[in-house]
Each structure stands twice: as C-alpha cells, then as structure tokens.
C-alpha cells in the first residue's frame, strides 16, 4: 500500500449525497454502476445506506477489461443478494439488450400499480449511480443514443444532476459520481487507484505502481511475466519495486548512469493495465477481501 493514504473527496460530492438522498422520492429504482474489475471496491457505502429501500440494478461496466469468468462469479453473487445484474460495456454494446428487461422485472409492482391506476405506458424513473470514471455518462449516451452526457476518462466530470429522457419506457437521473469521506480499507483505496477512479496528482504513482506489480505477480503472473518478459526467478520473492525495476530495464526506460526511470515505467505500467494491454485482469472476486487471495 502507498505510505501515502488515498484520499478524494471534493465539495461537490458531499452535495451530491445530499441531493441523491432528496431525489430518491422522485424515482422508482436505481441503477448502480459498477466497474467490473472492482466490484467491490465501486460499490460506495454511502449510495447503499441511501438507497437501500429502492429496487437495484447493478450494472457491471468495462467488463471488456475484466475476466469473465469472475464476472460470471460477480453477477450471480448480486443476484443472489436480490438485486438485479446486467454485465455491459458501454463502447461496445454488450448487454445493452437485457438492461431494460431486467429492469422491468425487478420493478415489475411499481409497472402493474401503474397499470392499475390507469397510468398504462407511465415511464419509470430510475437514478443513474456510480462512482467517479464508472461509465455512468457513456451508459446514458448509449441508451439514449444520443449525446447526452459528457464523457471523459477522467473523474470528477460530471457535477450536477440531469434528467434525461430514453427511447424506451424510462426516465433517467444522472447523478454526479460520488466516493466517500475515508477509506478505512487500504485495498479498496489501491483498487480505486489502480483503475483511475482517484485522479492521479494526488498519488505517488510510483509506490502505487510497486503494489500494482505485486498484485499483477500473484493474480495473473503469466499474462504479467509475459508481457513485460520477466525473469522466471523473479516470480518467487521478488518486491514490488523489484519488479518495477525489472520492468522499466525491459522497455529500455533509463536514465544517465543506467537507472531505471521508475516514474516513466509506473505511469506507463498503469496505461497499460487501465487500456487492457497486460490482459484482461479482474482485480477482486466475490467473498475475497484480499486481492492476493483471487485465485483461490
């Protein structure tokens, strides 16, 4: 873990749980968005306590980037919790189809009193939630068609709340994406590091790439060595910053005197991992607190 502790918790984020908390009369479900690599580690806390009482769709998002087969674990573990869980990605469709079904059908009371009271064809409401860089704007552009969301790959884009109108029997509220206060788990702070939900100025990027290079040793040493052409008497003991180093030799990235640029390697080390190029890798499964228990 840096020695540094993680924390992002800009003013407008305090106001958004403010807002999400007087807004929540106004729909009839939420859409938590999650990314797939850390489901866990996006899932706020503080959108849970809110929005406990309302019907819940998880959406698993880049899920391109991630290991479908603990994908696969993820989804089935939120459906056993009764929530609803659709596994997407939002650049190139997938699963886009089964988003307004499942929705249907865990608000399936709310559409029949409708129904009832002659409402027929009554739009659902639903709040549109997630942490920062989830992909809550590129699944409201994809569902509208329509550029309705600012995107950018960065956090901390969109900072106010909109409505939002669907081709479809539904009514969005985009809400900005919202973290917590303080990360009390030091893993759930790498994780949101790692994937870029934390704006990366305020991280030593270096020491977080070393715990980077430490998890990517024990998740998925093949693809890890493989990539990046590591000695194999490197894969038992080796430090983090060890393999930094080893690392940043391979791809040439020196200094004067031979050193290894530590800081170039990092910042490339985690392009790489957020574009997909190391492989796919899901950095928690579920009932797993540790990342260096994810193969078992």
């Not at 305020?202 to 290079?213: G, S, T």
């Not at 998890?215 to 060890?242: K, V």
């Not at 930094?244 to 530590?262: H, I, M, S």
Request: one cysteine or more; proline letters at 5%.
């Amino acid at each position: 873990m840096p020695s540094k502790v993680i924390q992002w918790f800009p003013g407008h984020m305090a106001k958004t749980r403010r807002m999400m908390a007087e807004c929540l009369p106004l729909v009839d479900a939420v859409i938590e968005i999650l990314d797939a690599r850390i489901p866990r580690s996006s899932q706020n806390p503080e959108i849970d306590k809110i929005c406990a009482d309302k019907p819940r769709l998880v959406i698993l998002s880049k899920s391109t980037l991630a290991n479908p087969d603990i994908t696969a674990e993820w989804k089935r573990y939120f459906r056993e919790h009764e929530k609803g869980c659709i596994v997407c990605d939002f650049v190139t469709g997938q699963g886009m189809n089964e988003i307004i079904p499942e929705l249907q059908r865990i608000c399936a009371a709310t559409l029949e009193k409708y129904d009832a009271k002659g409402m027929h064809g009554k739009a659902l409401r639903a709040m549109v939630v997630g942490i920062p860089n989830v992909g809550k704007s590129s699944f409201i552009n994809k569902i509208t068609g329509a550029k309705k969301a600012k995107v950018e790959d960065r956090p901390g884009v969109t900072v106010d709340k909109q409505w939002v109108k669907t081709p479809y029997r539904l009514e969005l509220l985009d809400m900005p994406g919202v973290l917590w206060p303080k990360f009390e788990d030091h893993v759930v702070a790498e994780n949101l590091a790692l994937t870029g939900a934390i704006k990366d100025n305020i991280l030593d990027v270096e020491e977080l790439a070393c715990v980077l290079c430490s998890r990517l040793s024990s998740i998925d040493p093949d693809s890890f060595f493989a990539r990046y052409s590591l000695s194999e008497d490197l894969r038992e003991g080796a430090t983090g910053y060890e393999l930094l180093e080893a690392v940043g030799r391979k791809r040439g990235f020196l200094v004067r005197g031979g050193e290894v640029n530590t800081e170039r390697t990092a910042l490339m080390l985690l392009d790489e991992l957020r574009g997909c190029k190391i492989g796919r890798i899901s950095l928690e499964r579920p009932r797993k607190h540790s990342l260096k228990t994810t193969e078992s």
